[in-house]
């Protein structure tokens, strides 16, 4: 059957970090939403069986990390490695930033850091609930976008 989900792509790729203790991650995530403007509250659908999930819950917060064209190798390094087993920042060539409770992403045109308000089970990914407690805008930069798959585009 088709992937009905793929109806609403192309869909913005964003890089999220998290982070506990002294273990972090950064991981691709095209289910990335506003939920609402005031509180500035924002959804990340997580696959539970992902490392950035169980680091997103231990350290509740997230950083939601824009990242433009230039970025699409970085991306994907993030997004097809696992933090268990790699230090991504090395790996992808990217700058720690630090926010308030986590590492934000130099690189990236604007970083939204959020901490983590509430937490659902949706079928097989964890829907996490933010809020924005430190926006980052850096510089003006088109956005990169998931068509479908491994294929990206920029708008
Ligand atoms: C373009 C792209 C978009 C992705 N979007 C999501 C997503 O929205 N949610 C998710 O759970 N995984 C998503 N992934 C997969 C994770 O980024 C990938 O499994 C990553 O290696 C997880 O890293 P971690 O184990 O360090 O958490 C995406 C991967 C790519 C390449």
């Known amino acids: 059957m088709e992937k009905m989900?793929?109806?609403l792509y192309p869909m913005r790729v964003c890089l999220i970090t998290s982070k506990h203790e002294e273990k972090e991650s950064i991981m691709a995530a095209s289910w990335v939403f506003p939920l609402s403007m005031d509180p500035p509250l924002f959804g990340l659908s997580?696959?539970?069986k992902r490392y950035s999930c169980d680091l997103i819950r231990k350290g509740k917060a997230f950083g939601i990390?824009?990242?433009h064209a230039a970025l699409e190798e970085a991306m994907i390094i993030c997004g097809t490695n696992s933090g268990r087993?790699?230090?991504k920042f090395e790996k992808a060539n990217l700058t720690r930033d630090e926010g308030k409770k986590i590492p934000l992403i130099q690189e990236c045109p604007v970083s939204i850091e959020c901490?983590?308000?509430e937490e659902h089970k949706t079928?097989?990914?964890i829907l996490f609930v933010g809020k924005a407690i430190e926006v980052r805008k850096r510089f003006e930069e088109k956005g990169?976008?998931?068509v479908r798959g491994m294929e990206f585009t920029s708008l």
């Open 115 to 117: 901490e983590l308000v």
């Open 123 to 125: 079928g097989d990914h």
């Open 144 to 146: 990169l976008y998931q």
């Open 5 to 7: 989900y793929h109806l």
């Open 46 to 48: 997580v696959a539970e």
């Open 85 to 87: 087993d790699v230090d």
């Open 65 to 67: 990390n824009i990242p």
